[in-house]
């Protein structure tokens, strides 16, 4: 694999506490606990949903349907994954935290062979192919919040050492989960930074992978504390919270959940240490 190397420093501090609110939403589905510690996952350009499996170093595709596993891809070349993004190109970019880069290909018909072109970014945990053409990544060793244009870095922005996922929002800004210091921070398309989530209220113990729905509001893998948050930042203000705040198996129940899709009235939850997937539907009238 080709790669890029970049460099920069680090930066830590912390926050915390917790608050109840209602589910936003009702358990609808589980998958087979088949995977092995899934993490970030996405819908991806043929409607079938793409699982970063950690510890399969690989990643899974399963029918959004009806939550069975369809095959495996990049099974053993993927050390590590982490985190899958889908350009509007139809590239793919999967970040192989154990390679510490992130592999890019062309389509999801190359994701079955190993990867020959990627970024270097040390202990990678999140990759973002945006609509602007471009590559974000969290290089997570080294807290930096990396902007690749055509495999070279372009512009970083420090201070988010351990910081997982980097996601789009419907305006186009990049929200950061920034597990290590408790907070979501959102950027603009050039790195400046616009705003910090991080009040008490909120309960942050290490949000790991967020989604945003189409009203931009934020739907957040809170894994630590074993709950998904749903966040509308304009206040900022909590709408409601999945999970119990205690590890377990069943409704309303998470053991460390990691990666968020969210797909119009229903939300897919890697439930990671549980190895399934998860799907919470809204019923509409």
Known sequence: MRHIIISVSLFLTFPALAQDAAPFASFDLASEPVLNDPHDLALGPDGRLYVADKFGARIAVLDPDTLELIQMLGEGFLPGAHDISFGPDGSVAVAVTGASAVAIYESLDALAAPPDIGVTAPGTEGALLHS??????????????????????????????????????????????????????????????????????????????????????????????????????????????????????????????????????????????????????????
Do not use: C
């Open 132 to 285: 602007n053409g471009d590559l974000y990544a969290m290089a997570s060793r080294v807290g930096a919040l990396v902007r690749f244009r055509d495999f070279q870095p372009i512009a970083a922005v420090e201070g988010h050492p351990g910081a997982h996922d980097v996601a789009e929002a419907p305006d186009g800004t990049i929200w950061v989960a920034d597990n290590a210091q408790r907070r979501l921070v959102q950027y603009s398309q050039d790195l400046e930074r616009l705003k910090t989530i991080a009040d008490p209220k909120f309960g942050f113990l290490g949000p790991r992978y967020l989604d945003i729905t189409e009203y931009g509001f934020l739907v957040v893998a809170d894994q630590d504390a074993h709950r998904i948050l749903l966040i509308n930042p304009e206040g900022p203000d909590l709408i409601g919270v999945l999970g119990d705040g205690l590890p377990g198996l069943g409704p309303n129940k998470f053991d460390d959940p990691e990666g968020v899709a969210v797909d119009g009235s229903r939300y897919f939850f890697s439930d990671s240490d549980n190895n399934r997937i998860v799907r919470y539907s809204v019923v509409l009238n």
